[in-house]
Structures are given as C-alpha cells and as structure tokens.
C-alpha cells in the first residue's frame, strides 16, 4: 500500500525532526532515498536546491512533492499531512492545557524563564542569516540591504511584504 | 467568513514571503498575529515559540496550526495550515515538473540570496523585542546572567535547545510560589498591551 508508505516516511522525519523543517530534511532524505528508493541522491538533492530558493516551510514542500511524485495529489496530500498534522496536534493539546492554567503563577514564570531561550535562539538565527548572507553575496551587499531593510521596517513602518517583494527584484536582476 | 478570510490572508503571505525554510517565517507570524490582527499577546507568542522549539517537526506549521486554532477552532487550523503551505508546495510541483532540470536559476538564486539578509534583520528585531520583554519582566541582572549561560550552553556545550526549554519549564513547575511577586506584576500587566 503505497499512501501507509508514504504516510511513514514522513511521520517519522516529524516526529524525530527537533529543530524544525531543516532539521528533518537528512531523516527524509533517509526515508526517501535509502529506504524506499523512490528517488536518488542525485534527484533528491535537485528537488531540495529548488525547494530551498523557494519561500514556504521547506520540509512541507518535499513532503509535497516527493508525495505527489510517488503517489499523485492523494500522495501528497498524505505526505503533507503525516509531516504537519502529529506535531500540530500536539503543541494544540499542551497549550491547551497551559492556558486553562494561565493565571497560576507556575504558567506566568515557564513564560519569563523560557523567554531569553527563545531570545538566543532567535539571535542565533539571525547570525546564521547573515552568516549565510556574508557567504553568498558578500559583506558590502549584505550590509546594504540590512541597513536599507532595517530602516523601512523599523522607522518607515513598511510592512515586509515590500521590502522581501523589492528585495526579490533587486536579487532578481542585480545579483 | 471575513475571520477564515483574515486567517488565510494573514498566512498565505507568511507562506510566500517566507525565504529561507520555517523559521525565516516566525518574524512574519509574529508581524501578523502579534502587530496586524492582535491575536495574540507577546507573552502568548513567546510561549508558543517556546513549546513550538521543544517539539519536533515544522515550526512554521506548528505555529499556523495552533494560531489558526485559538482564533477560531479546527476550521482555522485547517485554513492557516493550508494557506502557509499551498501556495508553495503547488508552485514547486508545477516547476519540477515542466522543467526537466533546475540549473541556471540564476535570477531565482539571486532573488533568495537578496532576501537572506532582510530575514535576519528580522529575525534580529525580534530577538532584541524578546530580550528587552524578558528585561522586564525578570529584570536585566538575572536576565543577562540567563542570556549568557542560555548561550554558552547552547552554542559551546551544543546542548539541544528543546531540553533546556523543557528544563526551565519543569523548574517553573516545581519551583515554591513565593507569597506574592511585589513589583514585576503590574509590569507585566502593561506587558501585554
């Protein structure tokens, strides 16, 4: 039955992915490649290139495509669903249960104390960000568009729907 | 209607604006939900994020998910999760398969290297927006003193930040409530404004 196999190769990448999308892209490429065969290193790493240059969740739009591919729209929707829903109805349960409890001062202090671990592990997405940025297109273009983006967010007020539309077009043609 | 309209909308332009896999789009939730809509507080969004972290699989549609759900039950769920990864996952099957090979992109690799950059100014907003809350709340002593080891634990001893979240989170739990917490409440009250 090919949906229950497509339905484990990406239940399992999702419910051993800590870390978000990115990090279960080697545990698909697990599924998908090594195990199953349905596609090689080669295709696998063509479709993740693609995937990567596109905006969206990454590990969503393999899940997708590498569904579709094997199993046509029902077979993505299978690998979507396997991908995104044991998570999703995980997180729903625990918060539930924590806002029945929110005005316990216990709940009000797991807010505060996890707040400057969500702090470094924003900051340290932002340096790899511009870590990664450094690496592709160099200091001075990186600089410029930081400065440039900064300022339209945070003293313009611009939402960032137009500053990623025009950096996509200065990208587009000048990078 | 206009609510599931709201939804989608909100999601749908996470889903094509965010360069850069999942957690490029978590400054963009946050500019929706927390700035746009006011679906939910600061507080809210920070504990999401933080269980969001502890948990495995996608953030992007953990976050959709559970956001699409508070607003407005199961049908919100369904919306947010589908308007953050449609559009995309349907442009990618369309372009793989009506080009045999992806090479030469150049423009397209040049359009994502220009939006990098502007994810992390972003994501630095936030994280400074996140830290100056913490301030706040706890005070900058013990917030910095906490900002330090969270990094060295993080960074050096490359511990798995889902364990530490889970740490704090079962300190908080068994740690004695003290009679009352003088002054910080009412800086929080105003917190969540």
Same mark, same amino acid.
């Given at each position: 039955m090919i949906y229950w196999e497509i339905f484990l190769a990406f239940f399992i990448p999702g419910i051993l992915g800590y870390g978000g999308g990115p990090a279960s892209i080697p545990l698909v490429e697990n599924e998908v490649v090594s195990r199953y065969g349905w596609m090689d290193v080669q295709q696998f790493s063509e479709v993740l290139a693609l995937g990567n240059s596109l905006p969206g969740p990454i590990a969503t739009k393999m899940a997708g495509y590498i569904g579709y591919e094997v199993g046509g729209p029902l077979g993505a929707f299978v690998g979507v669903f396997a991908t995104v829903a044991p998570s999703l109805i995980l997180i729903i349960i625990l918060l539930s249960i924590l806002y029945k409890y929110k005005d316990s001062p216990k709940v009000k202090r797991m807010t505060?104390?996890?707040?400057?671990?969500?702090?470094?592990?924003?900051?340290?997405?932002?340096?790899?960000?511009?870590?990664?940025?450094?690496?592709?297109?160099?200091?001075?273009?990186?600089?410029?568009?930081?400065?440039?983006?900064?300022?339209?967010?945070?003293?313009?007020?611009?939402?960032?729907?137009?500053?990623? !539309? #025009?950096?996509?077009?200065? #990208? !587009?043609?000048l990078l | 209607m206009k609510l599931q309209w709201n939804i989608f909308v909100a999601f749908f332009r996470v889903g094509i604006l965010g360069y850069g896999?999942?957690? *490029? *789009?978590?400054? &963009?939730?946050?500019?929706?939900? %927390?700035?746009?809509?006011?679906?939910?507080?600061?507080?809210? =969004?920070?504990? &999401?994020?933080? &269980?969001?972290?502890? &948990?495995?699989?996608? /953030?992007?549609t953990k976050l959709a998910g559970y956001i699409g759900y508070r607003v407005s039950g199961v049908l919100g769920t369904i919306n947010a999760v589908l308007a953050t990864i449609l559009p995309t996952i349907f442009f990618m099957i369309l372009l793989l398969s009506s080009l045999s090979s992806i090479k030469g992109y150049d423009w397209v690799q040049g359009m994502t290297a220009a939006v990098i950059p502007v994810v992390g100014v972003m994501l630095a907003v936030l994280t400074w927006q996140f830290i100056q809350k913490a301030g706040k709340?706890?005070?900058?002593?013990?917030?910095?003193?906490?900002? %330090?080891?969270?990094? %060295?634990?993080?960074? =050096? =001893?490359?511990?798995?930040?889902? /364990?530490?979240?889970? %740490?704090?989170? =079962?300190?908080? /739990?068994?740690?004695?409530?003290?009679?009352?917490?003088?002054?910080?409440? *009412?800086?929080?009250?105003?917190?969540? *404004?």
């Open positions: 505060l104390y996890v707040r400057p671990v969500i702090g470094i592990l924003l900051g340290g997405m932002a340096w790899r960000f511009f870590s990664e940025s450094y690496v592709n297109i160099g200091l001075l273009q990186t600089a410029l568009l930081s400065v440039i983006s900064y300022l339209l967010m945070e003293k313009f007020k611009l939402h960032p729907a137009f500053v990623i !539309g #025009g950096a996509l077009v200065y #990208g !587009g043609f | 896999g999942g957690p *490029s *789009s978590i400054p &963009l939730v946050h500019k929706e939900v %927390v700035d746009k809509y006011k679906w939910m507080s600061d507080e809210e =969004f920070g504990d &999401l994020l933080a &269980l969001g972290n502890t &948990l495995p699989g996608p /953030i992007a709340g706890m005070g900058w002593v013990p917030t910095g003193a906490m900002l %330090v080891v969270v990094f %060295v634990l993080l960074e =050096f =001893f490359n511990i798995h930040p889902g /364990i530490l979240i889970g %740490v704090l989170l =079962f300190l908080a /739990i068994v740690k004695k409530d003290r009679k009352k917490k003088k002054k910080h409440l *009412s800086e929080r009250e105003g917190d969540s *404004s």
